[in-house]
């Protein structure tokens, strides 16, 4: 159980054009998710917590109108990087906390492969 | 401020050494501890977690883990390595819950094991 996908697993765009990632939980609900953006050889750097049905929470130096997160449902959380340019290219990996959970479990997807060229 | 320092970039062993990574974290009030394993290609999995109780926590595969408060340590232990444990380990800390609950990773350790 806890699994949670991504999709698409990479994608190759062009600069000013948008890119949508979506992120589920396959087997549980998630009233949280969490987008992160990872940096060859470097840790996970929190972007924003995604909450279902209310605005997502972005950390500071992350610009929301670039980064656009909607989380309609207990399953679903999706980001749009909106006009891309190359600096945007990077591992984009999202993460889920089941709804109710007492502790900060998280669980990862995959992530995503975005090559903005 | 909130931060996780995992003391070496790249670790290189041989099978069937006895491994210890280290991880400290500077983080006010009470914490959950985790330890991530992600294998070449694939996704973060947990290898082990602290929530409460037993300072020393056991997790999947031969891992385990202790935690020293007085020393702000979450430290990766495993007795005897693999060559199937070559991956990249992610030490990370948040607090309980609410807006404390946001992980924060630290900048993780390379094995590199050879057979």
């Known amino acids: 159980g806890a699994v949670v996908s991504q999709h698409p697993s990479w994608v190759i765009c062009k600069s000013g054009t948008s890119v949508k990632i979506e992120c589920r939980s396959l087997?549980?609900?998630?009233?949280?998710m969490f987008w992160y953006r990872q940096f060859p050889k470097q840790s996970l750097m929190l972007m924003a917590t995604?909450?279902?049905?209310?605005?997502?929470?972005?950390e500071q130096g992350v610009e929301k109108d670039k980064f656009l997160i909607n989380h309609a449902s207990l399953t679903l959380s999706t980001l749009t990087v909106t006009s891309a340019h190359p600096e945007d290219s990077s591992f984009y990996i999202c993460?889920?906390?089941?709804?109710?959970?007492?502790?900060?479990?998280?669980?990862f997807g995959p992530g995503t492969r975005l090559t903005v060229l | 401020a909130q931060s996780v320092s995992q003391h070496n970039h790249h670790v290189i062993l041989s099978e069937a050494a006895s491994l210890e990574l280290g991880c400290n974290y500077s983080y006010g009030g009470t914490v959950n501890l985790f330890w991530y394993v992600q294998y070449p290609g694939q996704h973060l999995q947990l290898l082990l977690k602290y929530f409460s109780g037993d300072p020393l926590v056991k997790g999947i595969k031969g891992f385990e883990a202790e935690f020293i408060k007085s020393k702000f340590s979450f430290n990766l232990r495993k007795p005897s390595v693999q060559w199937s444990d070559t991956a990249e380990y992610f030490c990370a800390v948040s607090g309980r819950g609410g807006s404390q609950g946001n992980l924060i990773f630290g900048k993780g350790t390379k094995l590199s094991v050879k057979p």
């Open positions: 993460s889920a906390r089941r709804s109710g959970a007492l502790y900060n479990e998280q669980f």
């Open positions: 087997d549980f609900q998630a009233t949280t």
């Open positions: 995604s909450n279902e049905g209310s605005k997502a929470t972005y």
